[in-house]
């Protein structure tokens, strides 16, 4: 190793307040089934912006590194699953959460949470991917299994200019499906269409008070929570399916049952933390049938670990558009 130490931003809870810093690391022995990875590219989730800030506390640890997202190469390794030289992935499973995450050079990575890059994805892709990459595949397939079917109308999709919102979109063109983006950005309107929305809707005061609404789309992916969920469960066709993925906008949700025993609505969650399938095969399936046409337009911005706070700020107003990487090399 040409190095001695490494940097890796970390979050502390040490003092009772959140502290953070950016710190220089010694390298250890790699501990048995873990392996050692020099990291490329990491992610900005909405996660991480709230672990980055203090907004909300995210680590459950007192002190961590943060990132919920790392793809690099194996440097070292004592797992019997991985080998030095292999092009790796972590993502979600814990990462930032309650193990080291990926907002850092260097990581010690326990293999049960290491993915192999399948092959038709590469370091930076799946980082334009990346949790929000991962938690949009398992919402769709999800939707799926229930029975989404494309002729029933179009899916909405909200918080459509973000990370989740803007590959679900994708993804969901890709397979065919008629699409609605839900945005509060009023110049988005490109940006949206060329990425695969069939038409888009200005996210306005919303009128909730009757308890059933007319029938405006067939299926959801929702990323905002509140009242803007209660509106969606009103307009769903029968037998559709919400996916509720995030609470960008309000993780309160008052509703009536009216809309699931007079409709067969389905409210569907996901949890890509605690996700339990086969993270392997769902990487395969971003990598083929999953995978977005546009991943260089979701993507556009490339930052360095010095640059996450600024950014994260950015994020939280809502007022970043697409997919953010961090470059470490
Ligand atoms: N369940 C899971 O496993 C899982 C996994 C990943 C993410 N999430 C959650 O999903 C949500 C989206 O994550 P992300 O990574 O896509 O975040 P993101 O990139 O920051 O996108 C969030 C989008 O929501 C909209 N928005 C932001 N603040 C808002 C507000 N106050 N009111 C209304 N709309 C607002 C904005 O889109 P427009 O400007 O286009 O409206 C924004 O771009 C977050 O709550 C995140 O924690 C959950």
Redesign the pocket.
């Known amino acids: 190793m040409s190095k001695n130490c490494y940097k890796s931003i970390r979050v502390s809870y040490a003092k009772g307040k959140h502290e953070l810093g950016i710190l220089e690391n010694n390298f250890r022995e790699v501990k048995e089934n873990e392996v050692l990875v020099r990291v490329k590219y990491s992610s900005l989730?909405?996660?991480d912006?709230?672990s980055i800030t203090g907004k909300t506390r995210i680590i459950r640890k007192e002190t961590l590194i943060p990132g919920l997202d790392l793809s690099g190469t194996v440097i070292q390794s004592n797992s019997k699953k991985f080998k030095k030289g292999e092009k790796v992935l972590a993502s979600?499973a814990g990462l930032g959460e309650f193990i080291d995450g990926g907002f850092t050079e260097y990581s010690y990575v326990p293999e049960d949470v290491l993915v192999r890059i399948p092959e038709s994805l590469n370091l930076i892709d799946t980082m334009r991917l990346g949790?929000?990459g991962f938690?949009a595949a398992i919402a769709i397939e999800k939707m799926i299994l229930n029975k989404q079917d494309k002729i029933s109308g179009p899916i909405l999709v909200?918080?459509?200019?973000?990370?989740?919102?803007s590959i679900s979109l994708s993804i969901l063109s890709k397979l065919g499906y008629e699409t609605i983006?839900?945005?509060?950005?009023k110049s988005?309107k490109k940006y949206l269409k060329s990425i695969g929305a069939s038409q888009i809707l200005q996210?306005e005061k919303i009128n909730n008070n009757k308890i059933l609404n007319t029938k405006l789309f067939s299926g959801a992916i929702d990323?905002?929570?509140g009242e803007?969920l209660d509106w969606i469960i009103k307009s769903t066709k029968d037998n559709g399916n919400i996916v509720s993925?995030?609470?960008?906008?309000d993780s309160k949700l008052e509703t009536t049952v009216f809309p699931f025993i007079m409709r067969g609505v389905n409210i569907l969650?996901?949890?890509?933390?605690n996700y339990i399938g086969n993270r392997q095969r769902i990487w395969e399936s971003l990598s083929k049938r999953y995978k977005p046409k546009n991943l260089n337009i979701i993507n556009k911005k490339s930052i360095s670990l010095s640059d996450i706070s600024k950014q994260s700020k950015n994020?939280?107003?809502?007022k970043?558009?697409g997919?953010i990487i961090i470059k470490m090399y």
């Open positions: 989730n909405y996660k912006a709230l979600g949790t929000a938690t909200t918080g459509a200019t973000g990370g989740v919102g983006a839900l945005t509060r950005k988005s996210f990323n905002i929570g803007v993925v995030g609470m960008a906008f969650g996901i949890s890509s933390t994020l939280l107003l809502g970043n558009t997919r």
